[in-house]
């Protein structure tokens, strides 16, 4: 298989597999790119929670980027767990330095499925000020876009707002994630300041959703990196997470996780 857009992935280890670098490296591969690694913290976990969190020390953290940029290059940044403000600062300057000009898309991980924090606070002002300005796309759910901007989300018109808010703090599209919405549709929105896309579609009644935000950013990393524009990278990564969970494997006794091992057709950029 023809390996097409390489995609650098900062994020942390989920030791379960279903969640963080595992998950990213899975739909990146799955998707026909090339998956690369800075690891910013290792995470005990399964599908019942988050036991514990291992620091990687943030110089660290950005030597693993400056390494990977000065050999192999990327097409698309995906940044996803970086648990703390020293490494949230540590890979803006890396970035800044190795990354200018390549795409971001800045998954906002606070908060695992379990309801463990994934970063700390003084963390979140770091990620306005130094990582969402200028990211290509911010995928936050509900919980995070509120955290985000202060605003409360409860209905689709707040995930409007709520996006129209994070595009004024500098990115230049929110995919706005509506599955902690009640009812028996999840409608995720698009917004990009000159259009708002919305996919609306069925709940799947399951509880092997471990790893779906994870999931999707990267998947839309993978798409932007092989030459997708927006909406249809956003568009594949849909198809793909959806997919996804309708197969999933059914492990673990709590939140398991999706199907990464789906077969698909690699991009060809001359179709």
């Known amino acids: 298989m023809q390996v097409k857009g390489r995609v650098l992935i900062i994020a942390g280890s989920d030791s379960g597999g279903g969640a963080g670098i595992q998950a990213d490296i899975k739909t990146v591969s799955a998707l026909g790119g090339y998956a690369m690694t800075a690891i910013t913290a290792l995470t ?47 890979v803006a300057d890396a970035l800044a330095e190795t990354a200018a000009g390549i795409p971001v898309v800045l998954d906002t991980v606070m908060i695992a499925k379990g309801g463990h924090a ?98 999707l950013a990267s998947a839309c990393a993978a798409g932007l990196a092989q030459g997708l524009d927006l909406v249809d990278a956003v568009a594949r990564a849909h198809a793909f997470v959806a997919e996804a969970i309708r197969t999933a494997p059914g492990l673990g006794q709590g939140h398991g996780p999706l199907n990464h091992g789906l077969t698909v057709t690699p991009f060809d950029p001359k179709n």
């Open 44 to 90: 005990a976990q399964n599908t019942l929670g988050v036991t514990g969190i291992q620091a990687v020390p943030a110089d660290f953290v950005a030597q693993q980027i400056r390494t990977v940029m000065e050999d192999l290059g990327a097409d698309c940044i995906k940044i996803g767990m970086l648990h703390r403000a020293e490494v949230v600062l540590a």
């Open 118 to 215: 994934l970063l700390d606070d003084d963390a979140v002002d770091a990620i306005k000020t130094r990582l969402l300005p200028g990211a290509a796309l911010v995928t936050p759910n509900l919980p995070e876009a509120e955290a985000l901007t202060g605003l409360p989300v409860r209905t689709v018109e707040d995930m409007m707002d709520a996006g129209e808010d994070i595009l004024a703090l500098g990115a230049q599209a929110a995919l706005m994630k509506g599955g902690h919405l009640e009812g028996d549709r999840v409608t995720d929105l698009l917004v990009t300041g000159e259009d708002c896309v919305g996919w609306d579609h069925p709940r799947i009644d399951t509880p092997h959703t471990h790893g779906t935000g994870c999931t």
